[in-house]
Nanobody, 125 residues
Framework: QVQLVESGGGLVQAGDSLRLSCVASGGTFSSYAMGWFRQAPGKEREFVARLTRDGFRTFYADSVKGRFTISRDNAKNTMYLQMNSLKPEDTAVYYC??????????????????WGQGTQVTISS
């Protein structure tokens, strides 16, 4: 069974930066497309960023484009989300996810097969 573990969340002020990581085990990391989602209290889980399994193609939600960067290191079985210029509206639990099929609809929750437990990101004003 594939296990994903997020880390790197915390409490920071608006304008600061955080770097999230997601370590995978129990599967072949290099065969998965990977994504980041976030969920605020009372809201639906929403797409943040996606990276294809070859690491060469990225997709971002409009709300984070230009501020967040997704990347992966297959040798370390790890995916990252660099978050800069953070805003209070970025506050949420952030989840990493793996798509074993490299779906053409990778901005949707239903495209992903494995999920981590999430890490809390809180941005104060």
């Amino acid at each position: 069974q594939v296990q994903l573990v997020e880390s790197g969340g915390g409490l920071v002020q608006a304008g600061d930066s955080l770097r999230l990581s997601c370590v995978a085990s129990g599967g072949t990391f290099s065969s998965y497309a990977m994504g980041w989602f976030r969920q605020a209290p009372g809201k639906e889980r929403e797409f943040v960023a996606r990276l294809t399994r070859d690491g060469f193609r990225t997709f971002y939600a409009d709300s984070v484009k230009g501020r967040f960067t997704i990347s992966r290191d297959n040798a370390k079985n790890t995916m990252y989300l660099q978050m800069n210029s953070l805003k209070p509206e970025d506050t949420a639990v952030y989840y990493c996810a793996a798509d074993k099929s490299d779906s053409l609809v990778g901005i949707y929750v239903e495209a992903y097969d494995y999920w981590g437990q999430g890490t809390q990101v809180t941005i104060s004003s």
